[in-house]
């Protein structure tokens, strides 16, 4: 059995999915805004052993029959059944304890699973995530993490052109300090910010699933490519840039990754984060990279392999 834990509006997911009915793949589907009609029956006895039975509006499933699984949760804090409701509500913990479960049993099992929570959670920390890159052999961009105005205004000082984000997973839009911006510094105090000396060349997006390798040349208006005029086309990375995206996929023990390069006009190739929950389907639909395929064919074979980890 090949579970599917996500939005059903979700693209990414619905690819998969589409990818898997196709095969005829045995799958259950379980929508993430269904998560407050969802338990998990958990019982152990000498005589039947260990069991775990997720239920879900009638249906039940069996957890040991799950091969393989690919998660896309959602805060469930920001759905509608959540709305005027305390973070304390009934509602509110019965649905948290179910997802936190879910995800233990899976992050504990024999399943395949794209991807598990642990190794998806050096996303949430991008001073850890560019240690791991550097060590992995990428280069990486001059980069200075402070909540101290006189640093950051020596950093400014000492590079023309520099971007902020986030240091943590939320998603930021990624922009050029500005001399408003500068204005504004002494506010890193209350938040320590990433600001990393800009990179020019052409960017890629870059998807790996387990060893195939899947790239895209991005040319943008926009610093930001996600916001602006955007166009998309596949290529194919050299060699030793392929083996080092497959090689920190595999040590950071994701199955599927969405990595974020840069190509400069020399030849050079950098790198700035590593995605275990990529939104691929927006590069597929726009170069034709057959990710959804890849990943699909994936939980398929390990589903009849037995699951291996």
């Excluded at 726009?286 to 074979?301: F, Y």
Aim: net charge negative.
């Amino acid at each position: 059995m090949i579970l599917l834990w996500g939005l059903t509006e979700d693209s990414p997911m619905n690819m998969v999915h589409e990818e898997l009915v196709q095969s005829g793949a045995d799958i259950f589907y379980l929508d993430h805004r269904d998560i407050f009609n969802c338990e998990i029956e958990h019982t152990y006895s000498k005589e039947k052993g260990e069991r775990c039975l997720l239920h879900n509006r009638g249906r039940i499933l069996d957890m040991k029959d799950v091969g393989a699984a690919y998660i896309r949760p959602y805060n469930f804090r920001e759905y509608e059944e959540m709305q005027g409701r305390n973070i304390d509500d009934p509602v509110a913990i019965k649905a948290g304890g179910f997802e936190m479960y879910l995800t233990a049993w899976l992050d504990a099992s024999d399943a395949y699973v794209v991807n598990r929570s642990a190794p998806s959670a050096t996303n949430n920390s991008k001073p850890l995530q560019l240690s791991l890159l550097r060590q992995a052999g990428f280069k990486i961009p001059e980069t200075l993490i402070t909540n101290s105005a006189p640093e950051a205004k020596h950093f400014l000082k000492a590079n023309s052109d520099v971007i902020f984000k986030s240091i943590s997973g939320v998603r930021s839009i990624v922009e050029k300090v500005s001399a408003a911006h500068e204005l504004q510094l002494d506010d890193v105090q209350w938040c320590p910010t990433l600001f990393q000396k800009v990179v020019p060349g052409n960017n890629y997006r870059v998807h790996v699933v387990n060893d195939e390798v899947f790239a895209v040349r991005i040319e943008s208006d926009r610093l930001d490519y996600r916001y602006g005029n955007t166009t998309m086309e596949a290529e194919e990375l050299p060699a030793e840039i392929a083996g080092k995206c497959c090689k920190i996929t595999s040590s950071l023990g994701l199955h599927l990754s969405g990595i974020d390069l840069m190509r400069t006009p020399a030849g050079e190739w950098y790198c700035f984060e590593v995605n275990p929950s990529p939104a691929y389907s927006y590069f597929e639909m726009n170069s034709g990279v057959p990710v959804s395929k890849a990943i699909a064919k994936a939980l398929i074979q390990a589903n009849k392999a037995g699951a291996p980890l």
